[in-house]
């Protein structure tokens, strides 16, 4: 039972563009998002993150939306560079919890 | 300075075998976790420790055992490997028990063992 999802395995934008990364959710319990990026053979690194009380939260170039009526967030990046390709991976916790439930990443190519 | 460390960083051991995996942290952090990451990249966690004390045991089978012989590190003691044990396993700690937009993970950098 996967409670976080990310649906496209990868994406591929040009430099200067946006990018766009989604993740749903089942759990109505999370009340608190993450977003960590992996390059190949490190481990994940947490690049921002979202209560449930708010719908966006922005650092830099990257901005996290979180829709909780219809169980999604996405992470916005702009402009993308070519060092932002690597493994995004989305993942949420309950209220009080200790551990991370995560989507199985999306692979992120920006093309220069 | 790495601040969660893992050794080794890759392991390749036979079935029936029994391996440990370290993990230390120096961020002074009170809860020390233990990831796997599978073959379809689905990261799941497996356990959680708070100040040396066992927090979450996620329906692992009992030929894992972590230890932890103070705050800053976490072992994990796997017996009896098998092929299916095979995954990249990621250490991480953070500053408190609970999650929260104040206290992220942080992860080190995974051990890929491979059992054949």
């Known amino acids: 039972d996967q409670q976080v999802k990310q649906n496209s395995p990868s994406l591929s934008v040009q430099e200067g563009r946006i990018s766009i990364l989604n993740c749903d959710y089942t759990n109505s319990m999370f009340d608190y998002f993450l977003w960590y990026k992996k390059y190949p053979a490190e481990g994940p690194t947490f690049l921002i993150s979202i209560s449930s009380i708010k719908d966006k939260n922005e650092d830099g170039r990257f901005t996290v939306f979180l829709n909780k009526s219809a169980k999604h967030l996405s992470l916005h990046i702009v402009p993308s560079q070519p060092g932002d390709s690597a493994v995004y991976f989305c993942?949420?916790?309950?209220?009080?919890?200790?551990?991370?439930?995560f989507g199985t990443g999306t692979r992120l190519t920006v093309i220069p | 300075d790495t601040a969660v460390s893992q050794t080794p960083k890759y392991l390749v051991t036979q079935m029936g075998n029994d391996k440990s995996i370290k993990c230390e942290q120096n961020l002074g952090h009170d809860t020390m976790y233990w990831y796997k990451q599978d073959s379809k990249k689905f990261l799941k966690i497996m356990f959680s420790?708070?100040?040396?004390?066992?927090?979450i045991n996620e329906t692992v089978p009992n030929r894992f055992s972590p230890k932890s012989p103070d705050k800053a590190h976490l072992n994990l003691h796997i017996n009896s490997l098998e092929l299916g044990d095979s995954a990249v396993y990621f250490c991480?700690?953070?500053?408190?028990?609970?999650?929260?937009?104040?206290?992220?993970?942080?992860f080190g950098q995974g051990t890929r063992l491979t059992v054949v």
């Open positions: 991480a700690s953070s500053q408190e028990y609970r999650l929260s937009v104040n206290t992220e993970a942080f």
């Open positions: 993942a949420a916790s309950g209220a009080g919890a200790n551990n991370l439930f």
């Open positions: 420790y708070n100040n040396k004390e066992l927090i």
